[in-house]
């Protein structure tokens, strides 16, 4: 019927007529038509085929394939020996559910056996199956990202058996810290979404980072992946894995001697830094409070590198250095004797400088030829007087002195890899020359204050008189290898400043003192050896507080060792001990550097060279007359 309809029409197009165009005419127009037409679908195939053929081949992907993402491994962060520090484990049991696989049917079935499974009751199967109604045109639904094993059995059974459609339990990809608050202030910590938030994991995140793969599956109209077709699999790349400086037994070492200075004086905080002397690579390095990287918290506090951001008055600790200003520039030698009093009043100072309780004993003064009393370089300094030092200061005067402390490194970064102002590093302070005046800042500065630094900057700068007058840019990151093999970085050992001081003065004049203050005459008696002989000055200072100095103090020690051939350089920093501890006699131990911090820098530094296996020192034979 149709047929016969069409023919009729067609006939009365093409019949001719007085009142319309001639049959070929028509056909003529006919074809036009037919040519559009046709010009139209050939145009719109060339733009489905051609122009918009990949909008429309990801349009069937879609919905006919799925992607699963294929986590990599995170690369792990070992120490020089080959310990685990950080890693990436693939375990638990993550729950989810794709809820367009869920029949309609089935929602509160599947529902109710979930809940049951999870040990959960009527409400929440209940809830679970709303919001399988909710997401019913979703893909992807976490029920719960850990999954408790005794759960999680019984889970995977029902899924076997297909009681479950649509429930599949994945693996947790976890950062683990296997050592815990090992080193956490080194090794950091990454989020929950992998991102490296503190230490080597925010600094290498970039090559410690895994390149993800991904899967793609041939599903049905519900996402239910089709059997017999095979997947389309692009493997991950798992991150780079980083090497440290760090030595595990000598982070142990000091991580257990730190916890006994905690334990005996109770302080507020504690930092100690072990570098290797030669080339400035961190051996060891631990703060007090610290913080496990697998459950890093709120308090912020605790996951402070005190070592590199907590700047303080570094106090006699300072003198050795600007002693050694003082023979660098001739105007001093170790046998030079200064004039010395207990007490000395400089002009635009309205305190006077006092030696306190700890003047210079009379038995250890010369007279000198205008009929005074003086002491030489090297006593005074053995002795840590303040009196002396000023005087030694205002020998050498502010546009000396301070030039002096500035090419020494003082008030700068110490251009260490987990440094910088990225990671709160401190530049210490020292003022400019401008600011500097011969009634204040000499007296100051010779006795440690007005000036600060932090541990590891202070622990580098006193390492130049080990090392002969060379300044080492400090580091902790070893190596940096890819997952092929591909070494993408290999740290040597770098020269951040040489400071012009002479091996002369630095290795033979200053070393020779700086072996008596570790002696029975030296304010160091505590951190004597009968193994290794130290090197090393203490430091104490009274703490700012309410802007005034107060009792509260921060005893510290530095110090190289073996003296004469060293291998390590060890800083302890103890800020405001509070215990009291009795000394043999009863009376309290009073807190300063020497009692404090000095016997935690001697069992490190003993502890320490024993495991590199450095020989002992030569005993020292006292000749009889």
């Known amino acids: 019927?149709?047929?016969?309809?069409?023919?009729?029409?067609?006939?009365?197009?093409?019949?001719?007529?007085?009142?319309?165009?001639?049959?070929r005419k028509r056909a003529l127009i006919v074809l036009g038509l037919i040519v559009v037409v046709f010009a139209g679908l050939i145009g719109r195939l060339y733009s489905l085929q051609v122009m918009h053929h990949d909008h429309y081949l990801a349009v069937r992907d879609r919905n006919s394939t799925r992607t699963l993402a294929l986590p990599g491994e995170r690369g792990a962060i070992l120490t020089s020996d080959g310990i685990a520090l950080a890693r990436t484990t693939f375990s638990g049991a993550s729950l989810i559910v794709n809820p367009r696989a869920v029949p309609a049917d089935q929602r509160t079935v599947v529902a109710g056996r979930l809940a049951a499974l999870l040990g959960r009751d009527h409400d929440y199967a209940v809830k679970l199956e709303l919001e399988l109604i909710k997401r019913q045109d979703k893909y992807f639904y976490s029920i719960m990202r850990e999954t408790p094993e005794a759960s999680a059995g019984p889970?995977?059974?029902?899924?076997?058996?297909?009681?479950?459609?649509?429930?599949?339990?994945?693996?947790?990809?976890?950062?683990?810290?296997?050592?815990?608050?090992?080193?956490s202030h080194i090794v950091g910590f990454a989020g929950r979404d992998g991102v490296g938030q503190e230490g080597v994991e925010r600094a290498l995140d970039k090559w410690l980072r895994a390149t993800p793969g991904k899967r793609i599956v041939a599903v049905d109209a519900l996402a239910r992946p089709l059997q017999g077709v095979g997947d389309d699999v692009t493997d991950p790349v798992a991150g780079a894995t980083v090497e440290l400086t760090i030595n595990a037994a000598i982070q142990a070492i000091v991580e257990e001697e730190l916890a006994e200075c905690v334990k005996t004086w109770d302080p507020v905080s504690v930092s100690v830094v072990v570098l290797e002397t030669h080339t400035g690579?961190?051996?060891?390095?631990?703060?007090?409070?610290?913080?496990?990287?697998?459950?890093?918290?709120?308090?912020?506090?605790?996951?402070?590198?005190?070592?590199?951001?907590?700047?303080?008055?570094?106090?006699?600790?300072?003198?050795p250095l600007i002693v050694c200003g003082a023979y660098q520039m001739g105007l001093l030698t170790p046998d030079s004797v200064i004039e010395y009093t207990p007490t000395l009043s400089v002009p635009g100072r309205k305190k006077q400088v006092s030696d306190g309780t700890h003047p210079i004993p009379r038995d250890c003064l010369e007279l000198m030829d205008n009929g005074r009393w003086g002491a030489r370089v090297d006593v005074a300094l053995v002795k840590s007087?303040?009196?002396?030092?000023?005087?030694?200061?205002?020998l050498l005067g502010c546009e000396r002195l301070q030039p002096f402390l500035q090419s020494v490194c003082f008030g700068q970064h110490t251009g260490f890899d987990l440094g910088g102002s990225a990671f709160g590093e401190s530049r210490g302070y020292l003022r400019p020359l401008k600011q500097w005046t011969t009634g204040s800042s000499i007296p100051s500065v010779t006795m440690g204050y007005e000036v600060q630094v932090t541990p590891l900057q202070m622990a580098n700068c006193f390492n130049a008189i080990a090392t002969g007058g060379t300044v080492y840019r400090p580091y902790v990151i070893k190596k940096v290898t890819a997952s092929d093999g591909t070494v993408l970085l290999d740290r040597a050992p770098e020269v951040l400043k040489a400071t012009g001081l002479s091996a002369k003065v630095t290795r033979e004049q200053m070393n020779e003192t700086l072996k008596?203050?570790?002696?029975?005459?030296?304010?160091?008696?505590?951190?004597?050896?009968?193994?290794?002989?130290?090197?090393g000055k203490t430091g104490t200072a009274n703490k700012v507080k309410n802007g005034q100095y107060s009792d509260d103090k921060i005893c510290s020690f530095v110090g190289y060792a073996p003296a004469d051939n060293p291998q390590i350089t060890v800083i302890v920093t103890v800020n405001e001990a509070r215990a009291k501890v009795?000394?043999?006699?009863?009376?309290p131990i009073q807190h300063f550097g020497g009692t404090v911090a000095a016997p935690t820098m001697s069992q490190i530094t003993l502890r320490t060279l024993k495991h590199l296996g450095v020989a002992e020192s030569a005993p020292v034979v006292v000749k009889k007359d």
């Open 155 to 183: 889970l995977r059974e029902a899924i076997k058996r297909g009681e479950l459609p649509g429930v599949e339990i994945r693996a947790i990809e976890t950062r683990d810290y296997p050592l815990g608050n090992f080193a």
């Open 385 to 394: 007087s303040n009196t002396a030092m000023c005087r030694i200061g205002l």
């Open 516 to 535: 008596r203050v570790v002696s029975a005459e030296g304010t160091a008696r505590g951190a004597k050896l009968e193994e290794y002989v130290i090197a």
């Open 582 to 587: 009795l000394n043999r006699y009863g009376w």
């Open 1 to 23: 019927m149709i047929a016969f309809k069409t023919r009729r029409a067609l006939d009365w197009f093409l019949a001719p007529s007085s009142r319309t165009a001639s049959p």
């Open 281 to 319: 690579a961190v051996l060891g390095l631990s703060n007090y409070p610290n913080y496990d990287p697998n459950e890093p918290g709120l308090d912020a506090s605790c996951r402070r590198n005190m070592a590199i951001t907590d700047a303080f008055e570094p106090g006699s600790m300072f003198k």
